[in-house]
């Protein structure tokens, strides 16, 4: 992907043909697409392309607008319903040329980034019944992720139906969100036959192995090959980030127990001493990071139900379910930002 307004900024990127199909899509369901695009800072100039990026904060806050400006909370069902292969270039023909749907879905793990470097398609766990992907976006405000979530997932189990031309069902659909309070349409569309769940840590949706082994329909192998090539040519996806793999750890000992420095040091395989400068290297330290972590659990327990209790606070390494409510307050404090003021937060 080639660069655009990303000079002097910092964090992931995204494609500018999924803010062009989201407002295509919002103007269909009788949205302003002009008002949207100015008020998530996306520029005339920029729409007029296909091969420029745009920081995935921005293309985040398109997806918020989308919603409010439709006023339903199905927006990523109805617009993952406008979706036909192709809409997203060099990726959706690498997908349907690709000889087979697991074939196809291994594109999909490979070439992401040609879209966003704000998502993580991986395979998860495989055997000789059911074959499972999980996916997860790095960044983005909450209600934000749980829009891009479910359109993700709706989109590709439609691929899935439209590259076989046959009724491939996902066996079961997760989400890291907690459950809307009505998602009928969700579940219909996206017609998992054990259902779909809420709650998990990574968004996942799981497949009957066999059926990765259907034809994909009218794929050129020979159009696949060169596209392949041609793709091989393109910058590789970025580096993963050790930062990634730390939070991972930190998020894992925090599942575990009250975190501490060693442990995680333990996870990643390195000293106490190296942990701290590759934090410092990284323009961060253990005390900032483990202060995110343990927002990042509270704000997941909040939006689950679970108060601020005394188990929470003892697993996150509060000393009492007292602290962790300052904690919250102070949270809550920095997301409104100075000079604003608001009620006790919830959970406090």
């Known amino acids: 992907m080639a660069e655009a307004l990303t000079t002097g900024t910092t964090g992931e990127l995204d494609s500018i043909v999924l803010s062009k199909f989201l407002l295509t899509a919002a103007a269909a369901n009788g949205a302003d697409p002009d008002r949207i695009a100015r008020e998530a800072g996306v520029p005339d100039w920029a729409l007029a392309e296909d091969e420029v990026t745009i920081p995935a904060r921005r293309t985040m806050h398109v997806w918020e607008l989308v919603e409010r400006a439709l006023d339903t909370p ?13 809409a997203l270039g060099l990726f959706d023909y690498l997908f349907t040329n690709a000889p087979t749907l697991g074939a196809a879905m291994e594109t999909s793990t490979r070439y992401l980034h ?52 046959t009724p491939v069902h996902p066996l079961h659909v997760g989400f890291s969100q907690p459950a809307p309070r009505r998602h009928a ?35 050129d192998p020979r159009l696949g090959a060169i596209l392949g090539r041609y793709a091989a040519t393109l910058p590789p ?3 993963a980030d050790w930062r990634d793999q730390f939070r991972h750890a930190l998020d894992a000992c925090l599942a575990e127990g ?10 990643l395989t390195m000293s106490r001493r190296t ?6 290297e990284s323009g961060t330290t253990w005390r900032t990071e483990l202060d995110a972590a343990r927002r990042r659990h509270a704000t997941q327990a909040r939006r689950t139900g679970r108060p601020a209790n ?18 919250v307050r102070r949270w809550s404090a920095e997301e409104r930002g100075p000079g604003e003021t608001g009620g006790p937060a919830a959970g406090a």
Do not use: K, M, W
Not at 132 to 144: A, D, I, V
Not at 186 to 199: I, K, N, P, S
Not at 259 to 267: I, T, W
Not at 310 to 327: E, H, M
């Open 114 to 165: 040609f879209i966003t470097t704000n998502g993580r398609f991986a395979l998860h766990t495989q055997d000789e019944r059911e074959t499972t992907f999980s996916f997860h976006y790095l960044e983005g405000e909450p209600r934000q992720v749980e829009l891009a979530e479910q359109f993700a997932l709706a989109v590709l189990c439609a691929r899935s139906r439209g590259v076989t031309g």
């Open 275 to 280: 942990l701290q400068r590759r934090l410092a």
């Open 310 to 327: 005394a188990a929470l606070a003892d697993r996150l390494g509060y000393s009492d379910p007292r602290s962790l409510r300052r904690a």
């Open 237 to 239: 996806p970025p580096p």
């Open 258 to 267: 009250p975190p501490a420095l060693d442990h995680v040091a333990r996870r």
């Open 185 to 219: 349409n969700l579940t219909e569309a996206l017609a998992a036959e054990r259902g779909v769940d809420f709650g998990q840590d990574r968004a996942t949706v799981t497949f009957r192995t066999a059926d990765l082994a259907r034809p994909v329909l009218g794929a």
């Open 74 to 86: 199905d927006s990523p069902v109805s617009i993952a319903g406008l979706y036909s292969l192709g």
